[in-house]
């Protein structure tokens, strides 16, 4: 039944959902993947969309930013409608000399500077990570693609905030880059029985100076994304 942020029916969504951060990326996604697609929800612009690929039932909706945005819509899929399996597809800023503008990361873990999973569990420092078989789904169909690399990220609450000295620790820790939902997501996955991953395409750099992407190439150029997220959605 509907919920007061999603008013689609039971059934209406597919198993797995693609979840990018942005309403009009998700309209994109839904308009360039999914045959059929039928708009099943509309609450607030954010729109969710169930079609198919192949001929396999597929769903996608925005999650909005940050990560309370995206556990309130993550709790209601998984715990209301049946949804076993969100990925989230967006952007991140890279962190590790090794990452470039353009590539795609898959999130195996993500560290955070938001205190969202600190009372999940009383005593114990909550492990943010992605379900084991869809990362393995997503690498796999990478193909040993150069530039898709797995690893950790950080989630952040804070866009434009930052503490001297916390990106140079992160990149001495292997951290690949920055963005602001998935610790969010994993923890709510973990709660709820979920299985979930994020697969983000990097937008710039936060240590090594270049050109970012425009808000048109962010909302446009995720097809890498796309595919190792709709490889891990059939898992």
Do not use: W
């Amino acid at each position: 039944m509907p919920t007061p942020h999603i008013a689609a029916e039971s059934g209406e969504f597919a198993p797995a959902v693609l979840m990018p951060g942005d309403p009009y990326r998700a309209d994109r996604i839904a308009q360039a993947a999914l045959t059929n697609a039928k708009v099943i929800s509309d609450v607030r612009g954010i729109r969710a969309y169930t079609g198919t690929i192949g001929g396999r039932p597929l769903s996608v909706m925005a999650s909005g930013m940050g990560m309370p945005s995206m556990a309130l819509y993550a709790t209601e899929l998984y715990r209301f409608f049946g949804v076993e399996r969100i990925i989230r597809v967006g952007t991140a800023g890279g962190i590790a000399p090794s990452v470039a503008r353009g590539d795609v990361l898959v999130a195996c873990g993500a560290h955070t500077t938001s205190g969202i999973n600190r009372r999940r569990i009383p005593s114990v420092s909550f492990a943010a990570v992605a379900d084991f078989a869809l990362a393995s789904a997503a690498m796999a169909a990478a193909c040993g693609d150069p530039r898709v690399k797995a690893g950790v990220v950080v989630s952040e609450d804070h866009f434009y905030f930052k503490t001297p000295g916390t990106l140079e620790a992160l990149q001495a820790h292997g951290v690949l880059g920055v963005e602001m939902e998935a610790a969010g997501l994993y923890g709510v996955a973990a709660a709820e029985g979920g299985a979930a991953l994020a697969v983000l395409t990097v937008s710039d750099h936060m240590v090594v100076p270049g050109v970012d992407m425009t808000s048109g190439e962010r909302e446009t150029l995720f097809e890498r994304a796309l595919e190792l997220a709709v490889a891990a959605a059939f898992a």
